[in-house]
């Protein structure tokens, strides 16, 4: 069974920082693409940033600057999010597409990042 856990979100004040986490277990073969997601109250689910397994990355036009997606020992994803503003507040969610015993993608359970003062 492939889990994602999430860890790292909170209450911040404008201007400040945070670290996500993103730690994958099971039966995982190798993990491709893994992104971190947000979802505002009545608004639809975003892509904020993704990496591959070589490194590349891609992030919304909002964080880019401000966000930095990471990768460590493969199955561990991180996002640091820096200046962060109230726009921002929203449930962040980890994605990953995992090969185990089929290939699919897989969700977290979701951290609640809230900016305000």
């Known amino acids: 069974q492939v889990q994602l856990v999430e860890s790292g979100g909170g209450l911040v004040q404008p201007g400040g920082s945070l670290r996500l986490s993103c730690a994958a277990s099971?039966?995982?073969?190798?993990?491709?693409?893994m992104g971190w997601y947000r979802q505002a109250p009545g608004k639809q689910r975003e892509l904020v940033a993704a990496?591959?397994?070589?490194?590349?990355t891609n992030y919304a036009d909002s964080v880019k600057g401000r966000f930095t997606i990471s990768r460590e020992n493969t199955k561990t994803a991180y996002l640091q999010m820096n200046s962060l503003k109230p726009e921002d507040t929203a449930v962040y969610f980890c994605?990953?597409?995992?090969?185990?015993?089929?290939?699919?993608?897989?969700w977290g359970q979701g951290t609640q990042v809230t900016v305000s003062s």
């Open positions: 099971g039966v995982i073969f190798s993990i491709n693409v």
């Open positions: 990496i591959t397994g070589g490194g590349s």
């Open positions: 994605n990953a597409n995992i090969r185990g015993i089929a290939v699919r993608d897989y």
